[in-house]
């Protein structure tokens, strides 16, 4: 498994955008568009989601992950593809692995009132009883994304040249999901060629990560090089799914990326993150922009909803 550690020797991936999102977002739009057509990856900084709220987030997800596996397991719900609640250690495998990862997430949707007209394409939360903080801090940093995301996508609606507020109705009530993601220290009993989380494509928009300042990420570059993603501490990783590539037409990049396994007394450690993965209403219409379509090298794929584009891809990942 030596080619998939981490090393001190990894390059960083240059001239990924940093921007703050305290700027005027013409001032970073099309800096944030440069680094999502060629890498499909920015870093965010000053993004809004106070400090305490990610302190809070993170010890309960500790918290949570430190509860015995058998407590764990009473939130695994059965034929729910993962969507709400536990997914255990080795469920998860990148599209075409052989193998699967080495992590354990929960999965924390949008709570919709009954009878909302698609409330059929998302299952309540669930919350487990042990931790009675859990549901509000979520809750709280669910919505921090979620507007943190909107920010992110007027900024590319700008550099795109659509109406800044275009993306706003295609994510309202969107089958956005945040994970709460544990990779425990690595074991003995491993399958050989596992890896924290093995090379994929986001299946969403944009992703938001928090946590993921220690090493491990890496982009796979248009030469075919993994390249480390220098994060500073408390910014954002922002990257590009594979439906906001679909929407427009290859010009903005869903990357190859990965987690790999780290080294020394890292191996020792577990690792947590918090990604949010931000999503078109189940019911929008992915279909090639005409602003995108028109582009030299651009690549067209026929129009699909985000529902059956998300489960078309779950099946591929083991989770459907």
């Not at 986001?202 to 390249?227: M, S, V």
């Not at 020394?264 to 995108?292: K, T």
């Not at 651009?298 to 083991?318: K, S, V, Y």
Request: charged share 25%.
């Amino acid at each position: 498994m030596t080619d998939l550690q981490s090393s001190p020797d990894t390059a960083t991936a240059p001239n990924i955008a940093s921007v703050s999102l305290s700027q005027p977002l013409e001032q970073i739009a099309d800096e944030l568009g440069r680094s999502f057509a060629e890498y499909g990856f920015a870093v965010v900084r000053d993004h809004g989601i106070p400090q305490d709220l990610i302190e809070r987030a993170e010890e309960t997800s500790r918290e949570f992950f430190a509860l015995p596996d058998a407590a764990k397991r009473e939130y695994r719900i059965e034929g729910g593809g993962g969507a709400r609640g536990y997914t255990p250690f080795g469920t998860e495998k990148a599209k075409d692995a052989s193998v699967f990862d080495l992590k354990e997430f929960w999965h924390v949707g949008r709570e919709l009132p009954p009878g909302h007209p698609l409330a059929e394409f998302m299952a309540p939360n669930i919350w487990p009883e042990e931790l009675p903080g859990f549901r509000p801090v979520f809750s709280e940093l669910y919505a921090a994304f979620e507007q943190t995301g909107l920010r992110v996508l007027e900024a590319i609606a700008l550099h795109l040249g659509l109406e800044r507020d275009f993306f706003e109705d295609t994510v309202a009530n969107g089958n956005s999901v945040m994970r709460l993601l544990h990779y425990p220290p690595l074991g003995e009993g491993a399958p050989e060629g596992a890896i924290r989380a093995a090379a994929h494509g986001d299946i969403n928009t944009i992703t938001l990560l928090l946590g993921a300042e220690e090493a491990g990420l890496e982009l796979l570059t248009r030469a075919g090089e993994w390249r480390a993603i220098d994060v500073p501490e408390g910014a954002l990783v922002i990257n590009v799914g594979d439906m906001l590539e679909r929407l427009t037409a290859g010009v903005l990049r869903s990357t190859t990326h990965r987690v790999v396994n780290p080294r020394g007394a890292g191996a020792h450690r577990s690792r947590y993150s918090m990604p949010f993965f931000l999503h078109f209403r189940p019911d929008y219409l992915i279909e090639p922009l005409e602003v995108c379509a028109a582009r030299d090298h651009a690549n067209p794929q026929p129009p699909i909803t985000a529902h059956d584009f998300l489960m078309q891809r779950l099946r591929e990942i083991n989770l459907a």
